[in-house]
Each structure stands twice: as structure tokens, then as C-alpha cells.
């Protein structure tokens, strides 16, 4: 017998969350900087972030902000349930996975305004800052992307579902079946 199932995540987020995924990791480990792969999976990258800041407000329940966005109260409610060994259950993002989200995110168009900065505008030419800061956002996203990859696999051993595996079929289990 199978498991219910719903619908969570729609292709946007997903392609969204791939396409991300894919052009970084690129980046950081297969070319090398200035070079045109580097440059066009930085462009590709940053036109993704427009599409999903976009989506965030008129895409499905899941993917909008409001649905997720990780307020002061709902980083506490989730804090606290992990602190006190609660369960804290939710169809979509909880909200300490959006903040992280959310960080990566702006890590990410970080990278972009920086590369673009270093390659496209003559004043920032042999400048060192926008390299530093570009630096600092790859290895920032790279630590979170750790974070976000320990923390998808720990919440799925103890939900004992494969999430991961949600953001390639879109599906989760239905939320009282948890």
C-alpha cells in the first residue's frame, strides 16, 4: 500500500532549485573565474534568482514568502520545539531551512553582482574588494550548502522521508501521516 502523497513542490521551485544548485557547484569546483562557462552559469544563476524572487509572490501556496518567510516568531516556535525535542512538522520550508534559504540566496546574487562588478565595469578592474567579497560569498554559499545538505539529511532520518527525493518528484508525504 502506498503512502498518501501531495503536491508540494512545483516545477519552478524545483528547476529553480537545480539550476542553482547545478551552476554553482560549476563554478566553484569545474571553471575557472573570468572564463565564459564561469561568466554564463553566473548570468544563468542570477536570472533564476529574478524568476524565483518573482514566484515568491505569485507562485503556488508553497513557493510564495508568505508561506515560509522565516519571521522572528516562527524562528522562535521552531527554536524552541528544537531545543525542548518537539516535533516541528510542516509541508514546506521550516523556518530555520528558510532562513538558510534565504542566506543562500542572497549569497548567490552576491556572487553575481561581484563577477559582474569584475568583469563588466572598467572602474573595478585589478580592484581587490569586489574579488574579496566574491570570495567570501562562494565559500559562505559552500558552507551553507554543506549546512543545507547535513540538515535535509538529518530531518529526513528523523521524519523517516526521503526530502531530498521531494525536490526531484515535487511530493511529500501528507502532513498527518507524519
Known amino acids: 500500500m502506498s503512502t498518501p502523497t501531495v503536491r508540494l513542490w512545483d516545477p519552478v521551485v524545483r528547476l529553480f532549485h537545480w539550476s542553482l544548485a547545478g551552476a554553482f557547484l560549476a563554478n566553484y569546483f569545474f571553471t575557472e573565474e573570468g572564463e565564459n562557462w564561469h561568466r554564463w552559469f553566473g ?4 536570472a533564476w534568482l529574478a524568476v524565483r524572487l518573482v514566484w515568491g509572490f505569485v507562485g503556488t501556496p508553497a513557493a510564495r514568502w508568505a508561506d515560509f518567510w522565516p519571521s522572528p516568531a516562527r524562528l522562535r516556535e521552531h527554536l524552541r520545539a528544537l531545543i525542548s525535542g518537539q516535533p516541528y512538522h510542516r509541508l514546506g520550508h521550516s523556518p530555520l531551512g528558510a532562513l ?3 542566506l543562500m540566496m542572497a ?9 559582474f562588478l569584475m568583469e563588466e565595469v572598467d572602474y573595478f578592474w ?3 574588494l569586489p574579488l574579496e567579497i566574491h570570495e567570501f560569498c562562494a565559500n559562505g554559499l559552500m558552507a551553507l550548502v554543506g549546512l543545507h545538505i547535513a540538515a535535509a539529511l538529518f530531518e529526513s532520518y528523523r521524519l523517516r522521508e526521503n526530502l531530498p527525493l521531494s525536490m526531484v518528484t515535487g511530493k511529500r508525504r501528507k502532513l498527518s501521516e507524519h
Open 43 to 46: 548570468y544563468y544563476a542570477v
Open 100 to 102: 538558510v534559504m534565504i
Open 107 to 115: 549569497l548567490m546574487l552576491g556572487l553575481g553582482v561581484t563577477g
Open 126 to 128: 585589478g580592484a581587490d
